[in-house]
């Protein structure tokens, strides 16, 4: 039961929780009122028995104390309420607890605000801080040295007394404080009524103690056996019937072992992978605190070490020699070399890192060595001097006996290859834009294209009297029915003037605009020419039997930069600044658009077994195109500096080669097989230089001989050269 | 004298008769040189002029000193080295430069006195050797590309005949009437260009060789009357050359066709006259019988070849390429077509070769790189390399020869510059 002095504080404490909280009070009644019916049906005989209440809560106790208080009302009879009405205004009023910071004597009132700051700050001010609400606080009068002084010395309490200085007052402590303060000054503890030498209480003692500390009754696991234990047991009682051992048999170890054999053990060998970091060199004699002298950098060495870079010293100390280990300053980069140290261990990888072992060599496409390629041209045998302009365009007659060019001094020239002469000179009225041979071996002719005209001449002397006949007669035979041909294509035949029939030449015709390009079909008895012109009309195709031309197209995409007749096949070939487009002349369709994604074609040259093309572009690139294939190029080369100007395959050997304005000509092995299923090889052979590039143009055109591996090439430097 | 001056044996061993030293080892240092040897010969010899002698160890010139060649050799210098020496032959002496308008194509030398060059303006002169034109005759229409003569003829007897060959795919031949070279027949039949030409030893029939890839042999009889009709001449030549006389015409006794390419140069065997043999092209060099006119035997090269001649002493051939290279080949083995050996030494084609008229080693050939090389074949870099002083024109481009003939003790060059060289040998 609890004692009177227990339920009087208590009382206390309740009648504040009441008055705070009212209307709970009235629930939290009627609950105990229900609680007290129920409890005095069990409980009204034999009331509370001591010790019972070990493990009740809190609630308990205080419905028990309220219910002692309330014993009375039940006496009176009184309504519950009425007695609680009553009891309320006879209760004596206590004043309200303020709730302020102070309301807790042990906290000290502060009213400065500013903190743990110096009060210097606020010398030249005329406050000292703020209080908790914002408020200046004024700096209180001050009392100067003198003042300070005289009323310290009447003062009796001036030794007690303290300044505060962040309320810039003056504090006097009190007796217990000045008290602590000796106490502590004279090594005692500082609380007076600290006893260390109580005498011991034995709380927990080795006698036995009278309660136990829990009431649980027994578990029942206690004193049941385990089920499991039983099981287990049951296992090892039928084993011994069956007379079985009951040990698990160990693996046999293996009598011997072979100490020498690989691990295959995977965590083994990941450990043998893992490189130890490295260890730190032993300190040598360099590194002694009185190295002998021949570890002592002279002066020069001295000056050395400083001047080289700090990560390439081979030592990052200067040898230093102290009389004794006590001179030894301390070592000013130790923190820096353990950073250093450390920084290794943790960046470093202490893997072992597994190269793949492979042949750079292996990866490399296996060309044939250029040597065992020859024949191939690779110098300069011959130099034809004498033009006076760009030599554009150059031709091989078909017998490979003589060379004939074309130049921007508006004249074609005949040379004689072995010897280099000028057997021959044609002039035009125009710039020559491209000389073209007939290549029909029985036809000694050759085609020029020049301003808008386009030009068939017979070299002169060059072939016999048989052979001039035929080639006359056949260039002569469509001026008969000329006449009615020339509605078909706004191209006139015409014949040639007296002094130009006296020159050679036989024909001239006479097209819409500026002639760029003039090459033959394979028979010799049709070419096609290209102008300048937009439109369909850029493109025509002349017969030379019939004196005929006709426009192959009605209309015409993109600006045609070539126009070729395919050396096998009834194929024609259009090239324009992106792509190239090749017709079918029989079947009047298109056969196969080449796209060798470039910027602008400069050249094009047909493979003589007509299945392989490749193109020449002004962005730097050589294409070859394998037409079974693909119409993507199966090779781009990128090996020349400046654009591209020709490209051309040898008729008779593997090879072609291209020419560019960088001036030098790259030529290239390129081995068309029989088989579908070798791919074209392709190997670069050589780059030969010798002409010099004009301003922004270098080489113009280059050919191959008919017969032999020699290439001519033309340039802007006048000249035209034969590499052999 | 330092103790480890290296000395040998050496026995100076001596094919002449003119300058003889006894056949006694003699003990020589053996860093000593070719000029150190020919000092020991004179000082033997004690001749009064020196002479220059040269020096063979088995057959090849000694080139550096002793000790090196043999070194190279891998011959022993314990052993008595055996030394042959030779009069050594001098530079060939200009004698006379004879400038004219167009490119000369061919020379020939007549009677040691008269010059004649073939031009490329279609016209054949004759100098003597005071450097005066004696006769200028322009028959063909294209340019002359090659003369030829009897070694036999000359001018004296009026025996002497001439063969020019041309562009215009015709031969004249030439007989030597009144102090003039008269043209006597027109040989046609060549669909291109007549490039070589040659007669054999006994004037009785010539060869012609052509880029329509052909050889045709020629009987040099004079025809009594015109063999091939020609019928219509080109009109523009007709207004060229109106003055042109009328010539009987003559037709080829046999072809040959064979080469795939243009041929050349062809060339009767100077010891057989039933043999010739001709190159092209077509990197072949072929042996012809003319009785039959079938292909003996063919050696393939790799490289066109431009220029043929062949040796009477050693039976060799030697072309001159258009890889700058000459190559000798035995020309009586028909099975073996392998080179023999290759002399290198020229940088530009060789247009124009020629065995010297007397010994079976010299060889002298002309190339487009502008010099007249002279080759001693026991050596295989150039004895003499010879470049005329108007080897280049003014803007410093080379200028070609493109032909050379060796008579007795002159050779003939010329070439682009229109320049006629003469030269003097002391080796016959």
């Given at each position: 039961m609890p004692t009177d002095s227990e339920s009087e504080s208590d009382d206390g404490l309740d009648e504040e929780e009441i008055d705070e909280h009212d209307s709970d009070f009235d629930t939290l009644l009627q609950a105990v009122a229900h609680d007290q019916g129920l409890g005095s049906g069990d409980d009204s005989d034999d009331g509370y028995i001591e010790g019972d209440s070990v493990d009740e809560d809190e609630e308990d106790e205080e419905s028990t104390n309220i219910d002692s208080e309330t014993e009375s009302g039940y006496l009176t009879k009184h309504s519950f309420k009425d007695d609680m009405d009553a009891w309320k205004n006879e209760r004596k009023e206590l004043a309200n607890i303020d709730p302020v910071y102070d309301s807790d004597s042990s906290t000290e009132e502060t009213t400065n605000t500013i903190g743990n700051v110096p009060i210097e700050w606020y010398a030249d001010y005329p406050h000292i801080g703020y209080d908790i609400d914002g408020k200046k606080v004024l700096k209180p009068m001050t009392k100067d040295q003198l003042d300070t002084f005289l009323s310290n010395a009447d003062d009796p309490d001036a030794f007690r007394t303290v300044r505060d200085e962040l309320n810039q007052t003056d504090v006097r402590l009190t007796d217990k404080e000045v008290d602590l303060i000796k106490r502590i000054q004279s090594g005692q503890i500082p609380d007076a009524e600290y006893d260390p030498y109580e005498p011991t209480v034995e709380w927990f003692t080795s006698q036995k103690m009278i309660t136990p500390l829990t009431g649980a009754p027994e578990p029942k696991s206690r004193f049941i056996p385990s089920k499991w234990e039983h099981k287990m047991v049951m296992k090892l009682v039928r084993a011994f019937r069956k007379n079985k051992s009951t040990q698990k048999p160990r693996p046999e170890a293996p009598k011997y072992y072979d100490i020498w054999a690989e691990n295959e053990d995977q965590e083994q060998s990941d450990v043998r992978s893992r490189l130890p970091a490295p260890k730190m060199k032993l300190p040598d004699h360099s590194e002694s605190y009185n190295p002998p002298g021949e570890y002592l950098l002279t002066a020069e060495e001295e000056k050395e070490w400083l001047e080289t870079d700090p990560d390439e010293r081979k030592r990052n100390f200067l040898p230093k020699a102290y009389n004794s280990l006590r001179l030894v300053p301390g070592y000013d980069r130790f923190v820096q070399e353990r950073f250093q140290r450390l920084l290794d261990l943790y960046v470093a990888p202490r893997k072992e890192i597994k190269k793949n072992d492979i042949d750079i060599e292996s990866l490399i496409p296996k060309l044939p060595d250029?040597?065992?390629?020859?024949?191939?041209?690779?110098?300069?045998?011959?130099?034809?001097?004498?033009?006076?302009?760009?030599?554009r365009s150059i031709s091989v007659d078909p017998s490979g006996l003589w060379l004939l060019s074309?130049?921007?001094?508006?004249?074609?020239?005949?040379?004689?290859?072995?010897?280099?002469?000028?057997?021959?000179?044609?002039?035009f009225d125009d710039v020559v834009q491209k000389v073209a041979w007939n290549p029909d071996k029985d036809l000694c002719l050759f085609g020029v294209a020049a301003g808008d005209n386009a030009y068939i001449a017979i070299p002169d002397g060059l072939c016999d009297q048989t052979r001039l006949t035929v080639t006359e007669e056949f260039v002569k035979a469509g001026f008969g029915n000329s006449k009615d041909a020339e509605q078909t294509a706004s191209v006139s035949w015409n014949k040639p003037t007296s002094a130009q029939q006296e020159a050679g030449i036989e024909l001239v015709l006479q097209l819409g605009g500026t002639v760029k390009d003039l090459s033959w079909h394979k028979k010799g008895n049709y070419f096609s020419t290209m102008h300048s012109q937009t439109g369909n009309t850029a493109v025509i195709i002349h017969q030379i039997s019939k004196h005929q031309s006709q426009i192959p197209f009605r209309k015409l995409k993109g600006l045609v930069q070539r126009t070729m007749f395919h050396p096998t096949k009834p194929w024609f070939i259009v090239v324009t600044q992106r792509y190239v487009r090749i017709y079918n002349l029989m079947q009047q369709e298109l056969v196969k658009s080449l796209d060798p994604s470039a910027k602008w074609i400069s050249s094009i040259d047909v493979h003589p077994q007509g299945?392989?093309?490749?193109?020449?572009?002004?962005?730097?690139?050589?294409?070859?195109?394998?037409?079974?294939?693909?119409t993507k190029p199966y090779k781009t080369i990128r090996y020349h500096t400046q654009a591209i100007r020709q490209v051309h395959f040898s008729r008779k050997y593997p090879l072609f080669a291209s020419c560019s304005d960088d001036g030098t000509?790259?030529?290239?092995?390129?081995?068309?097989?029989?088989?579908?299923l070798h791919n074209p090889l392709v190997v670069p052979l050589k780059i030969l230089r010798g002409h010099e590039t004009v301003g922004p143009l270098g080489i113009l055109d280059c050919t191959f001989h008919p017969t032999q591996p020699w290439l001519f090439s033309s340039g802007a430097d006048q000249t035209i050269r034969l590499w052999t | 004298m330092s103790t480890t001056e290296a000395q040998l044996q050496v026995c100076f061993v001596a094919r002449q008769t003119k300058h003889v030293v006894p056949s006694t080892p003699i003990v020589v240092p053996a860093h000593l040189k070719r000029y150190g040897l020919s000092q020991i010969i004179n000082h033997i010899l004690s001749l009064e002029k020196p002479v220059p002698f040269d020096f063979l160890i088995d057959g090849v010139f000694l080139r550096g000193s002793l000790e090196s060649q043999l070194r190279e050799k891998n011959i022993s210098m314990e052993d008595v080295v055996d030394i042959e020496y030779v009069e050594s032959m001098l530079p060939p002496k200009p004698l006379a430069t004879i400038a004219q308008d167009d490119w000369i194509?061919?020379?020939?030398?007549?009677?040691?006195?008269?010059?004649?060059?073939?031009?490329?303006?279609?016209?054949?002169?004759?100098?003597?050797?005071?450097?005066?034109?004696?006769?200028?005759?322009?028959?063909?229409?294209?340019?002359?590309?090659?003369?030829?003569?009897?070694?036999?003829?000359?001018?004296?007897?009026?025996?002497?005949?001439?063969?020019?060959?041309?562009?215009?795919q015709s031969a004249i031949s030439w007989e030597f009437r009144d102090d003039k070279f008269v043209p006597v027949y027109k040989a046609l039949g060549h669909t291109g260009s007549i490039d070589s030409i040659s007669v054999n030893s006994q004037n009785t029939h010539f060869i012609t060789a052509s880029s329509d890839s052909t050889l045709k042999i020629w009987s040099s009889s004079v025809p009594s009357t015109s063999e091939v009709e020609v019928d219509s001449v080109p009109?523009?030549?007709?207004?060229?050359?109106?003055?042109?006389?009328?010539?009987?015409?003559?037709?080829?006794?046999?072809?040959?066709?064979g080469h795939v390419g243009g041929v050349t140069s062809t060339l009767f065997d100077r010891s057989d006259d039933k043999k010739a043999f001709s190159c092209g092209w077509d990197h072949s060099i072929r042996t012809w019988d003319m009785e039959t006119c079938t292909n003996v035997s063919t050696k393939a090269c790799d490289k066109v070849c431009l220029a043929l001649d062949h040796s009477l002493h050693n039976g060799l051939l030697a072309t001159g390429h258009a890889d700058s290279v000459i190559r000798l080949w035995d020309s009586r083995d028909s099975g073996a077509s392998m080179v023999k050996m290759s002399l290198t030494g020229h940088k530009g084609w060789v247009s124009s070769l020629q065995w010297s008229p007397s010994s079976k080693y010299i060889l002298a050939s002309a190339s487009h790189d502008g010099t007249l090389n002279i080759w001693d074949i026991r050596s295989t870099s150039p004895v003499y390399s010879i470049k005329p002083e108007d080897s280049k024109d003014q803007s410093g481009e080379t200028q070609r020869l493109l032909a050379l003939t060796w008579?007795?003790?002159?050779?003939?060059?010329?070439?682009?510059?229109?320049k006629l060289g003469i030269y003097e040998t002391n080796y016959s």
């Open positions: 250029p040597r065992d390629l020859q024949p191939y041209p690779t110098q300069q045998s011959q130099l034809y001097a004498g033009h006076t302009g760009r030599v074309g130049s921007d001094d508006k004249t074609v020239r005949l040379w004689e290859i072995v010897t280099g002469r000028c057997a021959q000179i044609w002039k299945d392989n093309v490749i193109v020449g572009t002004y962005d730097k690139k050589l294409a070859w195109f394998d037409l079974d294939l693909s000509i790259q030529v290239f092995h390129g081995m068309v097989y029989q088989d579908l | 194509s061919s020379v020939l030398v007549i009677d040691n006195t008269k010059f004649l060059t073939g031009s490329y303006d279609g016209a054949l002169r004759v100098w003597n050797s005071s450097k005066e034109c004696e006769q200028t005759a322009k028959v063909h229409d294209g340019p002359v590309k090659c003369v030829s003569t009897v070694a036999t003829s000359t001018s004296q007897d009026g025996s002497a005949v001439i063969y020019s060959g041309s562009q215009d009109k523009s030549k007709k207004a060229k050359h109106a003055s042109q006389v009328e010539l009987i015409t003559k037709a080829a006794l046999s072809t040959c066709t008579a007795q003790n002159f050779i003939a060059i010329g070439g682009q510059s229109g």
